[in-house]
């Protein structure tokens, strides 16, 4: 039997294009002699519709486009997630449309509630057994269906092998972070040799808001074999044939990626997410401050590689601090990339703010507010020139910054995508230098100087900051692995720089609920998966 796997972009909100593009696809895998064509998880609808599905006449719609959709499949048989509203419960399900008829309806029975998931808020879990028909017959196969987190549990596979199933097919919609594949090809191999079952793992793909889908369908035989995932954040059509006696799968189509390097998928998931987030917004066009430093160095290769040159525009905004090397590289780079490149001094509206607040400053230690009044001049010409231009902003700080608020809010922080919002600064360093693997994108001397905010003479970020390495260690232990600062301490670190360090990072908190969303990559993004009180007392 041959398998179409439509690992394709479905965006939150588009029922009537999503159903529509989902015909279009039903009609290609046809044509390509498909038997079975299958869409991810809530595929009609999106992933995540989060409070949309609160709205009746959302959920409305999807079961309209739904019936609409089976009237039209003839000829090959199409499983579709989607809303499913019975009574006073609603499902997050998947039904199988055969022959202009909506055959079966699966509803999903774990329902993930932590991380960025909070289906519980949304779905009632499916029931076990007969009453939730997980699988039906195709041409003499038995097929079982499984939802996203179904597959991680013993209960909904082993329903699968009561009911004969030949094959599993999981709908999912799981979002990409860094190291995540191997903890999930390792699921899929375990439970395929548990349960001696086939199974076809198709993930959605694509950038919504600050989750980024990786796509990397999976294939795992009946006796645990599994084959290279599919190519990462690329929507396609996959084609596979199943032998169903010797439980293997056989690929038709399925293109997979050259290199598998956490640099490599991390830089593919900013450019997806920054990518899917101007055109989903409904923007074509980005501009961003070019300073001369690694963060907008990096950001602007980004963009450049998500939305084509034409469509991106650098500004430099000198001060009476800005150093003719900074001017110098930022014009290099926008040179290399060929992007428009303008520059707006921030002389006369620093000039004006001083003027306005010097009687204030007498017998005052003005250094801080004058230093983030002028990235807040810069905030205000960006925001002004989006506004002229009717270009999106991105804003260009990274995760360490923003953990420990070395960012200023109303200034730097300007913007409405920030996609290095998730990436440490020592990543930011490796993902500079796996984008200049082919050639110097990103000016050499611009990795190789040190970081500076240049706000004053001679200013360096380790003068505020430890150095990055041992920042972004500690961060890591704190933030991603939820460490004790005393924990943390016992690993060597040094008992004074773990404690400022904290306390940077629970004092920052309002300025992270204030910042642009921007792609997650780690497991431990700010304002999606980590969510701390603003006021509190626990340090």
């Not at 999903?108 to 076990?128: C, I, M, T």
Request: hydrophobic letters at 45%; charged letters at 20%.
């Amino acid at each position: 039997m041959r398998i179409a796997l439509a690992q394709f972009d479905f965006p939150v909100g588009a029922v009537a294009a999503n159903a529509a593009r989902m015909l279009d696809l039903v009609s290609q895998a046809r044509a390509g002699g498909a038997a079975l064509i299958v869409f991810p998880e809530l595929s009609l609808c999106g992933y995540p519709p989060e409070d949309l599905l609160l709205r009746e006449s959302f959920v409305d719609a999807c079961a309209t486009a739904l019936e609409g959709m089976a009237k039209q499949v003839m000829g090959i048989a199409v499983v579709v997630g989607h809303p499913s509203r019975e009574g006073a419960l609603l499902y997050n399900a998947a039904s199988v449309l055969i022959e202009g008829r909506i055959a079966h309806t699966y509803r999903k029975q774990r329902l993930p509630n932590y991380a960025v998931f909070d289906e519980k808020r949304y779905f009632a879990a499916g029931p076990s057994g007969s009453a939730n028909a997980a699988v039906f017959d195709l041409h003499g196969l038995r097929i079982g269906l499984a939802i996203c987190e179904d597959l991680w549990h013993e209960a909904p596979m082993h329903g699968l092998v009561q009911a004969d199933a030949q094959l599993c097919i999981g709908l999912n919609a799981s979002p990409y972070e860094s190291n995540k594949s191997a903890e999930r090809d390792a699921m899929l191999l375990r439970q395929a040799q548990r349960f001696s079952l086939p199974i076809a793992y198709l993930n959605s793909v694509g950038g919504q808001d600050a989750l980024v889908f990786d796509g990397a369908s999976m294939l795992v035989d009946r006796d645990g074999r599994s084959h290279a995932p599919a190519r990462a954040f690329a929507d396609v059509l996959l084609e596979v044939d199943l032998d169903a006696e010797q439980g293997a799968f056989h690929a038709v189509t399925w293109p997979q990626d050259e290199d598998h390097s956490r640099a490599a998928l991390n830089y593919a998931a900013l450019v997806r997410g920054t990518r899917d987030y101007v055109r989903k917004t409904g923007f074509s066009r980005v501009l961003l401050g070019l300073s001369g430093g690694i963060d907008s160095a990096l950001t602007l290769a980004i963009a450049v590689d998500a939305l084509g040159a034409a469509h991106v525009t650098a500004v430099r905004l000198p001060s009476r601090y800005t150093s003719d090397l900074s001017q110098d590289l930022a014009a290099t780079q926008a040179q290399t990339l060929g992007v428009r490149l303008l520059t707006l001094p921030i002389e006369a509206p620093f000039g004006g703010f001083l003027h306005t607040l010097q009687p204030l400053f007498a017998g005052r230690d003005s250094d801080l507010t004058e230093q983030n009044l002028q990235s807040r001049s810069r905030g205000a010409l960006l925001m002004a020139l989006s506004n002229l231009e009717g270009a999106l902003l991105l804003t260009t700080g990274n995760k360490s910054e923003y953990a420990v608020g070395y960012a200023t809010i109303y200034g730097d922080m300007c913007g409405a995508y920030a996609p290095l919002i998730d990436v440490y600064k020592t990543e930011v360093y490796a993902l500079c230098a796996w984008r200049n693997r082919t050639g110097e994108v990103i000016p050499q001397a611009v990795i190789d100087r040190p970081p500076s905010a240049e706000l004053k003479p001679d200013q360096k970020d380790q003068d505020s900051l430890p150095p990055y390495d041992i920042l972004d260690a500690i961060l890591y232990r704190f933030i991603e692995l939820e460490l004790s600062q005393g924990e943390i301490t016992e690993q060597g670190f040094d008992p004074d720089t773990v404690q400022r360090v904290a306390q940077l990072v629970f004092r920052s908190e309002y300025k992270r609920r204030q910042a642009a969303p921007g792609p997650k990559i780690t497991r431990r993004a700010f304002n999606r998966e980590r969510r701390y009180p603003i006021s509190s007392g626990w340090r």
